[in-house]
């Protein structure tokens, strides 16, 4: 589809580090801390399309209110069919239709709310948490789940790379990652010349 993404020079040092976990086959965890408008999503889609160069599969999980039609744009622009979405906007009948395309193995990256992380693929290389801090991960509905402990269990499972990312990650979170449970990786710049306003 689109042509390949131009990287800043620190978006390529992250991808960089991260391919490298991703190229390992083995579970992995990391946090990828990057100010709002720093280009986290390019990194997705890059590590995407090594996934699908090394016949893995990819779930992106992003809170609702993230998961706008721009997102979903970039997305399908990049992969087209092979793309299924999972959120509560769905009807049931698109839902089924979704998962059926992800159970025949026709749709290889899910993208969605936290509904995404039950995707019925095999062979995962890669679960991302977009802003993973949002309480909107919990499920408090019957049966109560927390996405991110399905997606741990499942990178874990897979031997897959577990990547949290957020402007604004979760204390539990970042003290893991300065423990070194985590590998730690930075975009402290706003991709091209946006400034971050000041508050």
């Known amino acids: 589809h689109n042509k390949k993404v131009n990287f800043n020079k620190e978006q390529q040092q992250v991808f960089n580090g991260l391919y490298e976990l991703l190229k390992k086959d083995e579970f992995d965890k990391a946090l990828l801390f990057g100010v709002t408008g720093s280009g986290k999503t390019a990194v997705y889609l890059s590590l995407c399309e090594k996934c699908l160069e090394c ?24 992969f087209g069919d092979m793309v299924a979405i999972f959120h509560s906007g769905l009807s049931m ?14 749709a290889r990256i899910a993208i969605g709310t936290r509904s ?3 995707a019925p693929m095999d062979n995962i290389g890669l679960i991302v948490i977009d802003e993973e801090q949002e309480s909107s991960y919990k499920s408090d509905m019957t049966p109560r789940f927390n996405a ?23 204390i539990t979170t970042f003290a893991k990652a300065k423990s070194g449970q985590f590998k730690l990786f930075k975009l402290d710049k ?7 306003p000041d508050v």
């Open 93 to 106: 009948g698109e839902r089924f239709d979704e998962w059926k395309r992800v159970n025949e193995k026709k």
């Open 190 to 196: 706003r991709y091209g010349n946006s400034i971050l």
């Open 55 to 78: 016949s893995k599969n990819a779930i992106i999980m992003v809170p609702e209110i993230s998961l706008t039609p721009q997102l979903l744009n970039i997305f399908y622009n990049r």
């Open 148 to 170: 991110r402990d399905a997606a741990e269990f499942r990178a874990r499972y897979n031997n897959a790379l577990l990547l949290l990312a957020s402007a604004t990650p979760s």
């Open 116 to 118: 995404a992380v039950f």
